[in-house]
């Protein structure tokens, strides 16, 4: 497993940007995926933002065309870019890894199945207000 340690959440109004990054620390498996995850209070975890080693990428419907998920393979780390913020987006925003040397393992990270990830980090809280 990796160790995944989240920053840059903070406060800020509707319509304004922020951007998280996450650095992940160990080796993953050549075929992985690394994620966005958020969970609003009274809410479920949520997926984001997905991208996987050959660099596709996916975003749930309510972030898309406004969130952005890069990863930088050189710095070990995973960043999501996020636009146009709305309150809705209030949430504790979790990165999340697992290493799929199983196809089926990697079908279901890319689909942003929270149950397919070994490794999260603790977290960071984005605020929104109207």
């Known amino acids: 497993q990796v160790q995944l340690m989240e920053s840059g959440g903070g406060s800020v109004q509707a319509g304004g940007s922020l951007r998280l990054s996450c650095t992940v620390s160990g080796v993953l498996y050549r075929r992985h995926c690394l994620a966005w995850f958020r969970q609003a209070p009274g809410k479920e975890r949520e997926g984001v933002a997905v991208?996987?080693?050959?660099?596709?990428?996916s975003y749930s419907a309510s972030v898309e065309d406004r969130f952005s998920i890069s990863e930088d393979k050189e710095k070990g780390t995973v960043l999501l870019q996020m636009n146009k913020l709305k309150p809705d987006d209030t949430a504790m925003y979790f990165c999340?890894?697992?290493?799929?040397?199983?196809?089926?393992?990697?079908?279901?990270?890319?689909?942003?199945?929270?149950?397919?990830?070994?490794?999260w980090g603790q977290g960071t809280q984005v605020t929104v207000s109207p």
């Open positions: 999340a890894a697992v290493g799929a040397p199983d196809p089926s393992v990697f079908d279901r990270c890319r689909e942003l199945r929270s149950s397919a990830y070994g490794s």
């Open positions: 991208v996987d080693n050959y660099g596709d990428k």
